[in-house]
């Protein structure tokens, strides 16, 4: 292969993209382990995957601080855990545990750790793009330097809150990071029947936002494409616009069988897992033997296993705990606290 | 005491709290000077603080809403101006599905301090798209708190309030409220949200109404007292958190209610009230609870038949005659 001849990346340490390879293994393995519990029925509402996505959400979030924000969407477990959410606080709230996140009351669409930076995903189509937004200007009226990334799909592309999230993002300059995670669908509607002869990064051009177009199942080339965003964002620069083009290996959620996905095509798509490029490039340079790859493995799977211990094993929440957390100030009767 | 314009006790709220506190700023459609918004409530406001903290915004009411959204979830506390209530339609997903739920589905986690101050109401032949009162659909989504100030006075101190809550309010003015003038301490006070304030003490029948319903019912009392009437006329002043306990302590002492907004009758805020008056004091009415509302049709423009929705004094006053002769 052509790609044992390739250098290694002078810009991300050997340490670095270990790192992200392990964190895309732990992404696929969450999502993996997930699907298995959740047709197992142990796991209830929805269950929207992204295999196949996991170099975006990695990618960009190696170039991020961790005071950073990013929200993120209904498919959104690869873009929480690669900001640092852990995969036993994120099983514990797809089970609806005490010791969930959200303490069980988002779920899989909602899951936030505001500890983190990761002020939300979200389960409205497009809710993250003017949040994102307001998070910049935030971070750009406090002076903190951080940045906002949201993660979005090509679903979102045609919503009145991405024209004009984009729109206000330019305007006002703020240091957000758009990341278009185009998998190509929108649920079923390809992206092809979703606007006319489109290419995303000019429609970002035409708010005058910085945009590129680059590999999704290249976790190297998205961190490059994210590192020259963030720094420009949290130099004063403004928004970046980054479409990334990946696939999403699976239906819509769980239990679709995406029968709109030709068959040539996810097979071509699955030739191109990012995962085993990145373990290939690792190898090809010296930075991973076999025996490390296959320890990695091992000690991700350990990870996940104790994880998914954890949210069996965690308390269910009391019923009643339904009535907490609606107000600061009041119960949700509207009696002070 | 100093009488100012409700107008004015806004702005003073807005300007008192912008000086105490350096993470609230204003964002809407053309609030910044020299146009200073559309009722002028934050005229003279940008000179002070900077178009930076006065930001006035594109027509782009989904867009700068879900930015107050993640402004505020991210430590600072925007206040936005809506220009007409009957555009929150397009700001309704950042409101209802992001700001309200933001601190539940985050298990407590986010905090909202936002406010979403817009105004509605008829009687300027504004007709169906800016006239409209719709505090009920607020009012009916979990994670909202909803004011709706009657006088200058409530109107500041609720404000100062809204803005120090840590919880997204919704804070509703009518549009003839603007000029309306009253009394407004020129001392540093706040109103407490889910306080309701007896506007006018009776014996014979409780009013309770809203915002603009309040200056109508006041009216409606001078009237009944020339024929040996005596109407208490109560002010929730927040939908939500509602006082029910003041209205039904009300209710126990005059036995008859009855409920006036503007709004459209069918679904409204009356509904709730009286429902709740009906499970707290049924031994204590002593006849049908009533609403004087608007009919559920959408503002018309020409003037006629717009005075013929709006509630009025002599609408209430008519109520509360037959309820008090038993012709109810």
Known sequence: MDMEQEAPPKDLSREQLLAMYRRMRLIRGFENTAQKRFEAGEIGGFLHLSQGQEAVPVGTCTALRPDDYITSTHRGHGDIIAKGCEVNYMFAELYGRTTGYCKGKGGSMHIADFSQGIIGANGIVSGGLPISTGAGLSAKMRGTGQVAVCFFGDGSTAEGGFHEAMNLASLWQVPTIFVCQNNLYGLSQPWHASAYKCELSRRAQSYNIPACCVDGMDAIAVYRAAREAVDRARTGGGPSFIEAKTYRFLGHYVGDPALYMPPEERAAWRERDAIVKLGSQLRGWGYLTEEEDEAMGASVETELQAGLEFAQSSPIPASEAALDDLYVHFDYAGNPK | ?328
């Open chain 2, 1 to 328: 005491m100093r009488e100012i314009s409700f107008r004015d006790a806004l702005k003073e709220a807005l300007r008192e709290e912008m000086e105490r506190d350096e993470r609230v700023f204003l964002l809407g459609e053309d609030i910044a000077d020299p146009f200073g918004s559309a009722y002028k409530v934050t005229l003279g406001l940008s000179p002070i603080f900077g178009t930076d903290r006065v930001i006035q915004t594109p027509i782009s009411e989904l867009g700068f809403t879900g930015a107050a959204v993640g402004a505020a979830i991210t430590g600072m506390r925007p206040v936005v101006e809506l220009m007409y209530i009957d555009f929150s339609t397009f700001a309704m997903d950042a409101l209802a599905n992001q700001a309200a739920k933001m601190h539940y589905m985050s298990g407590g986690q986010a905090k909202v301090p936002m406010v979403l101050r817009s105004q509605g109401g008829p009687g300027r032949s504004s007709a169906a798209q800016h006239a409209q009162s719709l505090e009920a659909w607020f009012h009916h989504v979990p994670g909202l708190l909803v004011a709706m100030p009657s006088t200058p006075y409530d109107a500041k101190g609720l404000l100062k309030t809204a803005i120090r809550l840590d919880d997204p309010v919704v804070f509703i003015e009518q549009k003839l409220l603007y000029n309306m003038t009253g009394p407004v301490p020129e001392e540093e006070y706040t109103i407490p949200f889910g306080v309701a304030d007896v506007k006018r003490e009776g014996s014979d029948c409780t009013v309770v109404a809203t915002s603009m319903a309040v200056v109508k019912a006041l009216r409606a009392a001078d009237l009944l007292a020339k024929e040996g009437i005596s109407l208490e006329v109560v002010d929730p002043r927040t939908l939500f958190p509602l006082d029910i306990d003041t209205i039904v302590a009300s209710v126990k002492k005059t036995s008859r209610l009855v409920i006036s907004h503007e709004a459209p009758e069918r679904g409204g805020f009356a509904a709730e009230v009286a429902a709740q008056v009906a499970d707290k004091a049924f031994g204590y009415i002593d006849a049908p609870i009533q609403r004087v509302c608007a009919p559920s049709v959408p503002p018309p423009f020409a003037r006629n038949m717009e005075d013929y929705i709006m509630v009025d004094e002599h609408k209430i006053a008519d109520r509360v005659r037959k309820l008090v002769r038993g012709e109810i």
